[in-house]
């Protein structure tokens, strides 16, 4: 596609939830990246993904996160058992050997 | 790890006026970028510039990677150009992961 395109645009859930959150990256991007961002601050690294594998998972926060990439394109970030804390806008990259970053308009998550 | 430290934290312009950002880091990068994140929250690439001095219009970016920093200047400021600028940095063979400053929260009024 002509952008990276992230799904839902809001999504608010109870606490104790399961959510998912699709990226649909940039076509022929092989780098793909989950970022989260809380009100006021700065972005957040999660995890990267070159191709489908994972070599970089360091910031997820807890094993209640997880996220996997298909057919080197689209990425889903799962968080189990959401809590408050999780809220927060999730923000997707995509990027061709590293140059120039391009994200999506994010998913805006608020546990409730 | 990595520090990056962006200043100032909050700057209000003047229609019109000019304003330099200034972005720090404490180690060798290989990638660093400047973005813009307008007021809908949605993030923009304005320049990757791991070293030397780019220009796009308005604005342009320079790094001294020897020296560990790189700046970001805004000429001629408009209203458009209010929201959060942040620098990113990578280290080497960490695959293109950025770090983040914390910003720099611009407002031009009219």
């Known amino acids: 596609g002509a952008g990276v395109s992230q799904s839902p645009s809001n999504k608010v859930t109870e606490k104790g939830k399961d959510v998912e959150l699709r990226c649909d990256p940039i076509s022929g991007h092989t780098a793909l990246y989950w970022y989260r961002q809380s009100l006021g601050q700065g972005l957040e690294f999660l995890i990267y993904f070159q191709g489908n594998s994972a070599p970089d998972k360091s910031g997820l926060p807890s094993d209640r996160f997880s996220a996997e990439r298909t057919g080197g394109s689209v990425s889903t970030l799962t968080i189990q058992r959401t809590q408050q804390e999780d809220s927060a806008v999730y923000l997707c990259a995509s990027s061709h050997d590293s140059y120039g970053y391009t994200f999506g308009s994010g998913t805006r998550l608020t546990v409730v | ?110």
């Open chain 2, 1 to 110: 790890g990595i520090q990056v430290e962006q200043s100032p934290p909050d700057l209000i312009l003047q229609e019109g006026a000019n304003s330099t950002l200034r972005c720090n880091f404490s180690d060798s990068v290989n990638n660093l970028q400047w973005f813009h994140q307008n007021p809908w929250g949605q993030l923009i690439n304005l320049f990757y510039i791991p070293s030397g001095t780019k220009q796009n219009g308005r604005l342009s970016a320079t790094t001294v990677a020897t020296e560990r920093y790189s700046l970001l200047y805004i000429s001629s400021s408009q209203t458009t150009d209010s929201g959060v600028y942040f620098c990113a940095v990578s280290l080497y063979n960490q695959g293109g992961k950025l770090i983040f400053g914390q910003g720099t929260e611009l407002s031009v009024k009219p």
